[in-house]
Antibody, heavy 112, light 112 residues
Framework: QVQLKESGPGLVQPSETLSLTCTVS????????VSWVRQPSGKGPEWMGRMWYDGDTAYNSALKSRLSISRDTSKNQVFLKMNSLQTDDTGTYYCTRGFAYWGQGTLVTVSS | DVVLTQTPPTLLATIGQSVSISCRSS???????????LNWLLQRTGQSPQPLIYLVSKLESGVPNRFSGSGSGTDFTLKISGVEAEDLGVYYC?????????FGSGTKLEIK
């Protein structure tokens, strides 16, 4: 069945770079797109960007200067890298296929 | 960016009551391909969002038919015909017609 799972460090220092991995199973990254969505505690979700099935990417303009999304189709993984992290980047980060299938989310705390 | 305004922000319902949530968009969500990419999601406390409705009115697989969606253009509604205890949580509308994809501010459903 379709599954997505996020992984990465739970704690990141301010001004450092966040690196997250979304490992998928049950479908091919060359057939379906995967988005990254984040959610500060107690607030609504924010779409960050998308890896299209054809390898193209789309980013939220609010984050575009700091964000990079890539993939390794042989490993069934989608990667998120975001630099210059600040405390308001703290939250739960999800990967999702078509907003119909979601990972469990990974909590990222930006703190020194 | 497309702003999705959800009302009411909080809904207090009794079991069996029918309720509606409104989602108004700052611009039309009709895509040039004829589809309207407006979804509804439910997020229970401590869980990932889960899909309820896609393309305005199509029920996701496994979702009870007491949930229904309607609307067009800029005005959309989610209706729950006969609230059950398991329906409590925060409901979000979201659009992916226009970049960046955006989410509504959420409606918290509480059970009396």
């Amino acid at each position: 069945q379709v599954q997505l799972k996020e992984s990465g460090p739970g704690l990141v220092q301010p001004s450092e770079t966040l690196s997250l991995t979304c490992t998928v199973s049950g479908f091919s990254l060359t057939s379906y797109s995967v988005s990254w969505v984040r959610q500060p505690s107690g607030k609504g979700p924010e779409w960050m960007g998308r890896m299209w099935y054809d390898g193209d990417t789309a980013y939220n303009s609010a984050l575009k200067s700091r964000l990079s999304i890539s993939r390794d189709t042989s490993k069934n993984q989608v990667f998120l890298k975001m630099n210059s992290l600040q405390t308001d980047d703290t939250g739960t980060y999800y990967c999702t296929r078509g907003f119909a299938y979601w990972g469990q989310g990974t909590l990222v705390t930006v703190s020194s | 960016d497309v702003v999705l305004t959800q009302t009411p922000p909080t809904l207090l319902a009794t079991i069996g009551q029918s309720v509606s949530i409104s989602c108004r968009s700052s611009q039309s969500l009709l895509h040039s391909n004829g589809n309207t990419y407006l979804n509804w999601l439910l997020q229970r406390t401590g869980q990932s969002p889960q899909p309820l409705i896609y393309l305005v009115s199509k029920l996701e697989s496994g979702v009870p038919n007491r949930f229904s969606g309607s609307g067009s253009g800029t005005d959309f509604t989610l209706k729950i015909s006969g609230v059950e205890a398991e329906d409590l949580g925060v409901y979000y509308c979201m659009q992916f017609t226009h970049y960046p994809f955006t989410f509504g501010s959420g409606t918290k459903l509480e059970i009396k």
